[in-house]
């Protein structure tokens, strides 16, 4: 037989086998039993090497279902972070809150009047639309490019 002519029949094995149940018997598993799962979590005694070989732990082979009673406060507390509280959000000036109204109120306003099948003006409707435009445009010249007033003479590393 030729390489291709193994290939082809080794395919046309696994194509004729695709619809085949995956029950086997336990002779035929390509695995150790150690490595299946249980149907219910079993519990195992994990012996620390410091104590006796007489005393030990008990922990279940569930990880979701283990039990932290032996533990004290402080040893559950260890591990757990709490990031610090934010900094509070900064104060916004008049014209930025205008900014995002307009940015946000244009919109809405024509969404609104939309699906309320309100008959709009054509002045209504420019207003609107230039409230958005006008609104995106003063929050872009707002942003700035250049580095905060407080930064100092430096301005960072040059090469």
């Known amino acids: 037989m030729t390489p291709q002519s193994d290939e082809d029949e080794v395919w046309r094995q696994i194509v004729a086998s695709f619809n085949d149940t995956a029950e086997r018997d336990s002779a035929d598993q390509p695995w150790p039993d150690s490595e299946n799962v249980p149907?219910?979590?079993?519990?195992?005694?994990v012996k620390p090497p410091e104590e006796e070989p007489a005393t030990g732990t008990v922990l279940d082979d569930d990880p979701l279902e283990r039990s932290d009673a032996g533990q004290d406060e402080e040893?559950?507390?260890?591990?757990h972070f709490e990031p610090p509280p934010p900094p509070p959000l900064p104060?916004?000036?008049?014209p930025t809150k205008l900014a995002w109204v307009a940015l946000f109120g244009g919109p809405a306003y024509?969404?609104?009047a939309a699906m309320a099948s309100w008959h709009m003006?054509?002045?209504?409707?420019?207003t609107a639309v230039a409230a958005f435009i006008g609104g995106f445009v003063a929050l872009v010249v707002r942003m700035g490019d250049?580095?905060?007033?407080?930064?100092?003479?430096?301005?960072?590393a040059v090469l």
């Open 110 to 112: 024509l969404l609104v």
């Open 39 to 45: 149907a219910e979590p079993t519990r195992r005694v």
């Open 146 to 156: 250049g580095p905060p007033n407080d930064s100092g003479w430096d301005d960072g």
């Open 121 to 126: 003006e054509g002045w209504a409707l420019f």
């Open 91 to 94: 104060k916004l000036d008049l």
């Open 75 to 79: 040893e559950e507390d260890e591990g």
